[in-house]
């Protein structure tokens, strides 16, 4: 073998030497308990959702993913779980809403005189953690933003489940953060078009604001109840 091919193989092989070293060294970088000790813990917060507008299992599925989604990202795991409609939760402990477990309820066509026209969603802060805080949302306006009339100006190619999942953090939000609207991010009020293209893009969210806050919330709220009731 020449001198020149020598070569070649010796820096092939030390380049691919040096990617293994690299990579090796990433990963040990990212595993680092310094690190992993720097990350903050998630905040579990319990809701208990009433669906009351018969919103597909599916579709509604995939709302609770996004709203999951959203507070995953300023640190709050959230635990959905599903309210029998027909009364029999209310013999059953195991129903039974706990001190500062949130309870939200979608609602069809008869809706309550604060949900009327346009209004997608309605929440009763609690001042401090107990049974009874609370949210609406109507499911007639969550329907009516994504399927706009035909003289709207800008194409909406946004889902229902997508609106509902913004709807959803955007009223649980409330529940921590109390009344109040921002002036961008989903805590915004009215969405405009380029608000709902975010919600497509799963691009609308907390701001970092309101994500501190959130989070402070998040830890008072669990710090006076006990352990989530279970997931689904």
Same mark, same amino acid.
Not at 6 to 22: F, K, M, N
Not at 76 to 104: C, N, S, V
């Given at each position: 073998?020449?001198?020149?091919?020598?070569?070649?193989?010796?820096? $092939?092989?030390? =380049?691919?030497?040096?990617?293994?070293a690299a990579a090796a060294a990433i990963m040990l970088t990212f595993s680092s308990p310094t690190l992993l000790a720097a990350a903050k813990p998630?905040?579990?917060v319990t809701i208990w959702i009433a669906n009351y507008a018969k919103v597909p299992r599916r579709e509604l599925s995939w709302a609770e993913r996004i709203a999951g989604s959203i507070f995953h990202d300023?640190?709050? +795991?959230?635990?959905?779980?599903?309210?029998?409609?027909?009364?029999?939760?209310l013999a059953d402990p195991k129903y039974d809403?706990?001190? =500062?477990?949130?309870?939200?309820?979608?609602?069809? +066509?008869t809706a309550p005189r604060l949900l009327r026209g346009e209004t997608v969603g309605y929440a009763?802060? %609690?001042?401090?953690?107990?049974i009874g805080c609370g949210a609406y949302i109507s499911y007639p306006?969550? +329907?009516?933003?994504?399927?706009?009339?035909?003289?709207?100006?800008?194409?909406?190619?946004?889902?229902k489940s997508e609106i509902l999942g913004a709807a959803i953090?955007?009223?649980? #939000?409330?529940?921590?953060? #109390?009344? #109040?609207?921002s002036s961008t991010g989903i805590m915004k009020s009215p969405w405009n078009e380029l608000d709902l293209? =975010?919600? $497509? %893009?799963?691009?609308?969210n907390f701001t970092p604001g309101e994500a501190k806050h959130l989070y402070a919330a998040a830890q008072r709220l669990r710090a006076s109840i006990g352990s989530p009731s279970g997931k689904r």
């Amino acid at each position: 073998m020449d001198k020149i091919a020598q070569s070649r193989l010796w820096l $092939a092989t030390y =380049g691919q030497a040096s990617v293994v070293a690299a990579a090796a060294a990433i990963m040990l970088t990212f595993s680092s308990p310094t690190l992993l000790a720097a990350a903050k813990p998630h905040v579990p917060v319990t809701i208990w959702i009433a669906n009351y507008a018969k919103v597909p299992r599916r579709e509604l599925s995939w709302a609770e993913r996004i709203a999951g989604s959203i507070f995953h990202d300023v640190e709050i +795991e959230t635990t959905w779980l599903d309210l029998p409609l027909e009364g029999m939760h209310l013999a059953d402990p195991k129903y039974d809403i706990r001190q =500062g477990e949130f309870f939200l309820r979608i609602l069809g +066509e008869t809706a309550p005189r604060l949900l009327r026209g346009e209004t997608v969603g309605y929440a009763l802060p %609690c001042a401090v953690p107990k049974i009874g805080c609370g949210a609406y949302i109507s499911y007639p306006a969550v +329907e009516a933003l994504a399927y706009p009339s035909v003289d709207t100006l800008a194409a909406r190619e946004v889902s229902k489940s997508e609106i509902l999942g913004a709807a959803i953090a955007h009223e649980i #939000g409330h529940l921590l953060l #109390g009344g #109040g609207h921002s002036s961008t991010g989903i805590m915004k009020s009215p969405w405009n078009e380029l608000d709902l293209r =975010g919600v $497509a %893009c799963h691009q609308l969210n907390f701001t970092p604001g309101e994500a501190k806050h959130l989070y402070a919330a998040a830890q008072r709220l669990r710090a006076s109840i006990g352990s989530p009731s279970g997931k689904r």
